[in-house]
């Protein structure tokens, strides 16, 4: 061809793309149907979590509820610090606690442990308070008695407005329902809770350790107040009070955006694995087209045009459809935001809100691009192969994938770039760049899988039968499709298996039922005098009722080793909630049962004046503590140090006492304490919680199966999410398969077609078929199950941190749907090249 | 000679959109053992139709075919395959190899198929005796146009058929190819006395047959 100035030959190439699309779009259906499918799930995880960000990020102030909140935790604030900081700012006090709230004047009378937030008149110095019906607010914070329940809480006691129920002994009435609030960033906002006036406090009886009491300052500044100015000033009059924690709008909701960033990690995981798999579907379905346009491609060369040419118009033809494609998926994405905000309203108070982001839009077609040229440069270089000569003496091979060094290299490249994508500002780095060397081992291993097939079958020599015998050579033929059959299926099964053991162990971590040794009910704050009158009541109620009661005290942690426990953190750390807020601990003169030693010794009793401390050991591990270390607590007030003597492997899951911190009893027994109690009644009917109730008022009483419902309800929607994910991939995976198919359509076609002419009957034909797919997908399913046993067993103890279980009868089962279904699919597909009619293929050559 | 082949009233139509050609009008012919037919006629005519026929590879709208006596018409498409493989052998113009096996799995293939004792020895043998010794392990794409017709005429040999069935045997040949595959083809019918029934462009060829019929607009004339 005529060498073309640049313009012209770029005009020209698109309009020859432009044409064989628009001629060719049905052929190559699948590859839009699987871009577009996994093209969507990237953006909607994108969509989503960007948006959820944003909110997170814009409103920080309103989910903090100030410019700064001075946290005091269990502790009434230091007046006159706060009123220093409120000569030059405008404050807002809140406080919240939990206890009992019943109902009253019914024939069985319902109680539930509850969250109660008390606000000032200032409340809220950012965002509003939305609530029905109109005044209800306003009248909640003037009259004494009045609180405004969640929807929740309206449903689970089913509560209506104007009713009376009663908050420890005291009667409420009920003015209306508050919809949403705008600091949720330190409130738990899903659940059951009550909005009441800050008169309230001095209602009811409440002690810090039992009602998990939490006093914060919500500050605002003035408008023409330099903010770091104001900062400072602030965390220099508290510079000296220890049990001050002094939180920014930029921590604000630290932990939901912990959550947000570990599952929308999971899930964009997930989906670049159903991309990357849907690649290898894209360079099948592309192989096939290829091959199908095998004769215009040699006669296009035999015309004169250049091979790089031919590729440029492919390569057009992809970034065409990628481009539209890219634009489907993320507009129908931006159409699920409007749902998601539905249900985040309701369920955490969150409102997420739709938006076009150019950056998300660009982010999502670099990721196709990248995946796309990545999978296509093989494939699309197999035009290299064809030769005009072929025209000549009408032999028409079929193209394989071509790689040169130069192409590995550009491969390799692409791909780091696509993994710094994925990797860059991920939740968690190390989870990111694990995922992607388990994916890349797991595709090396498939490939030696194949080869290693391959090789043993060469090796042996079968004379049983000529269908056996046609099967092996079809796997091991040279330049066979067998090693990408295996990859891409391989793969496939794989990321199937895995994402289905993660839902069958979800779902059985929400279907488990509560251990038959888990006490019913949790006791929090039974005073000290009140021991015995608290074990005669149980008993009298029901005289076979085990209970466990342990002392509890409260012991913030100040320093570890003299220096501040934040530096040996940081907030995103899952081990952060030992010193995040107060702390609870006990003392026990024996080691607890379920409470192994891991190193260190139990008590030294030759030093009873001293404080000795029995600490997590996975609490340990993440702060980095030795054995020796010091721990300086805040008991009642008083600074005590404490040495770290030995490390306990504590699983709070078991429901039964658990403390991330032991004292030893000598020293300990001398402290003011409460106690806690856990009660495994013989028969539960016989307990009378409104009784309970009535003898001790300020008694917090956790019933564990209303605990363990709500996470439940949690695990339920985390679970559907899963699911969702599983399916699409399951969806592309099966495309992936039928495209692998597809790749040897004509070869197997023409192949039995010969056979046919040979004398082949219909029967062995197939019988070829599922011999060679029974070798390939036995081999293939045995190493999937041991990845995905393994990369299940990761994920949901390390991502989701639940436990793992093993389930051969969900393994065999699955095993053998995928192996059924893959083998409908291979013969859906093949069945027409299964039989071919012989005349009309002979007539067409 | 005993007959091997009998057509009666044979029709072939196909339906291409909302036409319906004919492409076979009320065929007769009765062929005998050892015959050696040749079949000519304009392209388009209906000779290759007339070959896929008698080698059971499609079936008649109408009419009956008799092999060896044998009303294949009424048989299954696996009893048919079953009499192919061992009966009849096809030679194709385009020689329709198995483009990923290597000349000698051509060959063994079949003998394979028919569980013929030491199949690769005796693929090695014929092959050898067409002068292709040295070509037994490259793939159909490595050989010349008359090595890969040579294969294919091993191929529909190798089980020693009663009846070959050429399709332009030497359509994508040179005349030297040409003639060798002529003098193979012709040989082996001789040597082991089997009938041929050849399609073919070529005047000289299809003189060496022992009889000529003249296909024109689907009727034997």
């Known amino acids: ?845 | 000679m005993s007959t091997l082949l009998k057509l009666k009233k044979i029709n072939l139509k196909y339906q291409t959109g909302k036409d319906n050609i004919s492409v076979l009008k009320d065929i007769n012919l009765t062929t005998k053992k050892k015959e050696t037919i040749s079949i000519v006629g304009e392209s388009g005519s209906g000779k290759t139709s007339l070959i896929m026929l008698i080698g059971g590879l499609e079936r008649p709208t109408s009419g009956k075919i008799y092999f060896l006596d044998k009303e294949i018409t009424k048989l299954s498409e696996d009893e048919v395959s079953k009499i192919r493989k061992k009966n009849i052998g096809i030679i194709f113009q385009s020689f329709y190899l198995i483009p990923n096996y290597t000349a000698l799995e051509n060959v063994t293939l079949i003998l394979e198929l028919n569980k013929f004792k030491n199949p690769e020895k005796e693929a090695k043998s014929l092959l050898d005796r067409f002068g292709l010794k040295h070509r037994l392990n490259n793939l159909p794409s490595q050989l010349s146009g008359g090595e890969q017709q040579r294969v294919a005429i091993a191929r529909a040999i190798a089980m020693k058929p009663e009846l070959i069935l050429a399709d332009e045997p030497t359509g994508n040949l040179d005349t030297e190819n040409s003639d060798m595959i002529s003098k193979i083809l012709f040989r082996y019918v001789k040597e082991e006395s089997s009938s041929l029934i050849m399609v073919t462009h070529d005047p000289k060829l299809a003189n060496r047959a022992s009889r000529k019929i003249k296909i024109k607009d689907g009727k034997i004339k």
């Open chain 1, 1 to 845: 061809m005529e060498k073309l100035n640049k313009f012209y030959q770029y005009k020209f190439i698109l309009i020859y793309a432009l044409r064989d699309l628009k001629r060719n779009y049905k052929k190559i259906s699948s590859i839009i149907i699987t871009l577009f499918i996994s093209l969507f799930i990237l953006s909607a995880i994108f969509t989503i979590e960007d948006s959820l960000k944003k909110e997170l990020k814009e409103n920080a102030k309103e989910l903090l509820g100030g410019d700064l909140e001075i946290d005091y935790n269990r502790n009434q604030g230091n007046i006159d610090l706060l009123n220093k900081v409120e000569e030059f700012t405008i404050m807002s006090e809140m406080v919240e606690f939990s206890t009992m709230l019943s109902t009253t004047n019914r024939k069985k009378n319902k109680s539930l442990f509850t969250r109660i937030k008390t606000v000032d008149q200032k409340y809220p110095l950012y965002g509003e308070v939305t609530y029905e019906p109109a005044g209800a607010y306003e009248r909640m914070q003037n009259e004494p008695y009045t609180i405004l329940i969640n929807e929740s809480l309206s449903k689970t006691l089913n509560i209506k407005t104007n009713e009376i129920v009663k908050i420890q002994d005291q009667e409420f009435l009920v003015i209306g329902k508050v919809r949403s609030v705008p600091d949720v960033s330190g409130f738990v906002t899903f659940g059951d809770w009550v909005l009441t006036g800050k008169q309230t406090l001095d209602i009811l009886k409440l002690n810090g350790i039992g009602n998990f009491l939490n006093y914060e300052y919500k500050v605002k500044f003035n408008n023409n107040d330099d903010p770091e100015i104001i900062i400072k000033k602030i965390e220099s009059i508290f510079k000296d009070d220890q049990k001050v924690k002094i939180r920014y709008p930029e921590n604000a909701a630290s932990g939901l955006k912990r959550v947000i960033g570990n599952f929308s990690q999971f899930l964009s995981l997930v989906s670049i694995s159903a991309m990357l798999i849907a690649g290898i579907g894209i360079a099948n379905t592309l192989l096939s087209f290829i091959n199908q346009n095998n004769l215009s491609i040699a006669v296009r060369k035999a015309l004169g045009f250049y091979s790089g040419n031919i590729k440029k118009l492919y390569y057009l033809q992809l970034v065409i459809l990628l481009f539209i494609i890219t634009i489907l998926a993320y507009l129908s994405s931006l159409l699920i935001v409007p749902l998601v905000d539905k249900y985040l309203s309701s369920s955490f108070g969150l409102k997420i809100n739709l938006f076009f982001s150019f950056f998300n839009f660009f982010k999502i077609f670099l990721i196709g691009l990248l995946v796309l040229t990545i999978f296509s440069i093989p494939t699309i270089n197999s035009i290299d192969q064809v030769k005009a000569s072929s025209l000549f003496r009408n032999i028409f091979q079929n193209l394989q994938f071509y790689y040169s060094k130069k192409l590995i290299f550009m491969s390799i490249f692409m791909l780091s770039i696509l993994i710094l994508i994925f990797t860059y500002r991920s939740e968690n780095l190390t989870y990111s760049l694990g995922y992607f060397g388990a994916f890349f081992i797991c595709l090396i291993i498939f490939f030696l899988l194949s080869k290693l097939i391959i090789f043993s079958l060469k090796k042996f020599r079968f004379n049983s039968s000529t269908t056996l015998k046609v099967s092996i050579k079809n796997i091991t033929q040279s330049k066979s499709i067998t090693p990408i059959t295996i990859m891409s299926l391989g793969l496939g099964v794989t990321l199937l298996l895995t994402l289905a053991l993660v839902g069958t162990n979800f779902k059985r971590e929400i279907a488990k039922s509560i251990p038959d040794i888990a006490p019913d009910y949790f006791f929090v704050g039974i005073q000290n005098g009140e021991r015995g009158k608290f074990e005669q009541i149980i008993l009298s109620m029901d005289s076979d009722a085990n209970f466990e009661i342990v002392p509890m005290v409260s012991s913030g942690i100040l320093r570890i080793n003299g220096i501040n426990p934040n530096t040996y953190i940081t907030p995103e750390n899952d081990s952060y909630w030992v010193i995040g807020s107060e702390r609870r601990s006990s003392w026990t003169k024996e080691v607890p049962e379920d409470n192994l030693i891991i190193d260190g010794k139990w008590w030294d009793l030759s030093k009873p004046n001293q404080l000795q401390i029995s600490l997590d050991a996975k609490v340990a591990k993440d702060f980095n503590i030795k054995l020796g270390d010091i721990f300086t607590l805040n008991i009642y007030g008083r600074e005590v140090d404490g040495e770290i003597v030995n490390f306990r492997k504590v699983d709070y899951r078991d429901l039964n006492i658990n403390f991330a911190m032991l004292f030893n009893p000598d020293f300990a027994k001398n402290i003011p304490h409460e106690y806690l109690a856990t009660t495994k009644f013989y028969n539960l009917n016989k307990f009378d919680e409104t009784k309970m109730l009535e003898i001790f008022p300020s008694l917090s009483m956790i019933k564990i199966a209303d605990y363990l419902n709500k996470v439940t309800n949690v695990l339920n929607k985390v679970f559907i999410a899963v699911i969702v994910i599983s399916t699409v991939t399951i969806v592309i995976g099966l495309i992936v398969i039928s495209s692998a198919i597809m790749v040897q359509g004509k070869v197997r076609e023409y192949q039995n077609l010969v056979f046919k002419i040979l004398g082949f009957s219909r029967k062995e034909i197939i019988f070829s078929s599922l011999i060679e797919f029974m070798i390939i997908f036995i081999s293939v399913i045995m190493i999937a199950i041991f990845f995905a046993v393994i990369g299940s067993k990761f994920i949901i103890e390390n991502i989701f941190e639940l436990s793992w279980k093993s389930n051969l009868e969900v393994l065999i089962y699955l095993g053998l749907s995928i192996g059924f279904v893959t083998l409908v699919l291979i013969l859906l597909t093949n069945i027409k090249y299964l039989n071919p009619k012989v005349y009309p293929l002979i007539r067409n050559q």
